[in-house]
């Protein structure tokens, strides 16, 4: 599981997720301060901490990728996917719906969770 993003929403999905047996997630972020605060709140979590340019190692390894950003810039789109070598999916990607479609924009095909 990765989540990109380190805000208020990838806390309350780390909080939920612990409840169910989270053990392990990977978080890209901007900058590693709120990644690293997270590690803090949740040390029964083992959280790895990445920036942003390991973006596409970290989906190309990620079963589900869960985006919570305020970007207003595609973070995922078709040519993105492609340039990286992903073209046909991989992962699945669940997107809030208040980001949609700024987040995510025709990647992925029919395997967005929105």
């Keep these: 599981l990765t989540a990109v993003g ?4 990838t806390r309350l999905l780390i909080n939920h997720l612990t409840g169910r047996g989270l053990k392990k997630i990977t978080i890209c972020n901007r900058s590693l301060a709120r990644p690293q605060e997270l ?6 979590v083992e ?14 390894r990620s079963d589900i990728v869960y985006t919570a950003t305020s970007s207003v810039d ?3 789109d078709e040519l993105k996917m492609e340039e990286n070598g992903m073209a046909g999916g991989g992962a699945v990607v669940v997107v ?3 980001e949609f479609p700024a987040a995510l924009r025709g990647a992925f095909g029919g395997m967005v969770v929105a």
């Design 74 to 76: 595609y973070i995922f």
């Design 47 to 60: 959280i790895e901490c990445k920036l942003m340019e390991d973006l596409w190692d970290v989906v190309g």
């Design 39 to 44: 590690q803090e709140q949740f040390p029964d």
């Design 6 to 9: 380190a805000g208020k929403m």
């Design 96 to 98: 809030l719906a208040a």
